[in-house]
């Protein structure tokens, strides 16, 4: 066996597609989707993720805004900043870039964020409203694991999904999505013992730990969905996932290559929920 390919470059642009269409549709309104993108410092990596963020944006007919601080911006200035884009009603999302320099609190800067400009899902606002199965805004990533899912025409009920990892980002959001789609969940983490017992009875897998070869051929059930969230460096310096890739194809059913895989799909959800924002803004101007 060998398994098909879960290709988040074409599934992404494709639903990049449906987002422009729509964002013409409320720029026709006279609403424009605008995000506002904040990086603190001078972190490589956050300079590159940033840049694409601001491309996607211009890409759909998105108005964006970037505002780039040097690393001695103090978490006051950061803060009255955030508190004038809530007000700003040409923004409809915020993204602060993390991580941030160690003098600025990240949870105090994510809860300064307007719920209904979160479109990174990180507020306790959106993670409450996705606990209790009510509308709110998604974390980019796992919504784009569970689009990727939904492509493969992918039946979750009463599957057994095993998610390793537990952060707010992605370990436990996704958790949370794959219950409310009716799989049942086991959350495996650093502590947790002989973590092959629980994915070899895993239907479907999500790896989301940043640690390569977490998930080896011999720990995966012929036939399973293998959705890699890990984003590393191999010994020659090139990208890979937390899932040995070559071996493992070789048992699962699907999985998703890193590059190509679930990165596109993030960035995508982001605007994704960028437009929800704005439509939501629309829909409250039509309210008499």
Not at 16 to 23: M, S, W, Y
Not at 120 to 125: C, L, P, R
Not at 241 to 252: C, E, K, N, T, Y
């Amino acid at each position: 066996m060998t398994a098909q390919l879960i290709n988040g470059n074409t599934l992404s642009a494709q639903i990049r597609q449906d987002i422009r269409a729509e964002a013409t549709k409320l720029s026709a309104q006279g609403l424009q989707p605008g995000l506002a993108v904040i990086l603190v410092g001078d972190n490589p990596a956050s300079q590159v993720y940033v840049r694409n963020k601001v491309k996607a944006c211009s890409d759909v007919g998105f108005h964006s805004v970037l505002e780039q601080y040097d690393v001695t911006l103090t978490e006051t200035e950061l803060l009255r900043r955030i508190i004038s884009l809530n007000q700003d009603p040409t923004i409809h999302g915020i993204l602060v870039q993390l991580p941030l320099p160690s003098h600025i609190d990240a949870n105090k800067v994510i809860e300064t964020i307007a719920p209904e400009k979160d479109v990174d899902g990180f507020h306790v606002h959106s993670a409450g409203a996705l606990m209790v199965g009510q509308p709110g805004f998604k974390p980019c990533t796992p919504y784009g694991c569970m689009k990727m899912l939904d492509s493969i025409g992918y039946d979750l009920k009463g599957k057994h999904a095993v998610v390793i990892g537990r952060s707010n980002i992605v370990g436990k959001p996704m958790a949370m999505l794959l219950l409310a789609a009716n799989a049942t969940v086991t959350i495996c983490h650093s502590s947790t013992r002989n973590l092959a017992e629980h994915t070899r009875q895993a239907d479907v897998i999500v790896a989301a730990v940043g640690k390569r070869n977490v998930v080896t051929a011999d720990m995966v059930k012929p036939g399973a969905v293998v959705i890699d969230v890990g984003m590393n460096r191999n010994d020659e310096g090139k990208l890979c996932g937390d899932v040995a890739f070559d071996s493992v194809r070789q048992v699962a059913g699907w999985i998703t290559p890193v590059p190509g895989g679930v990165g596109p799909m993030t960035i995508t959800m982001l605007l994704q929920n960028t437009l929800e924002a704005a439509q939501a803004v629309a829909a409250s101007r039509s309210i008499p």
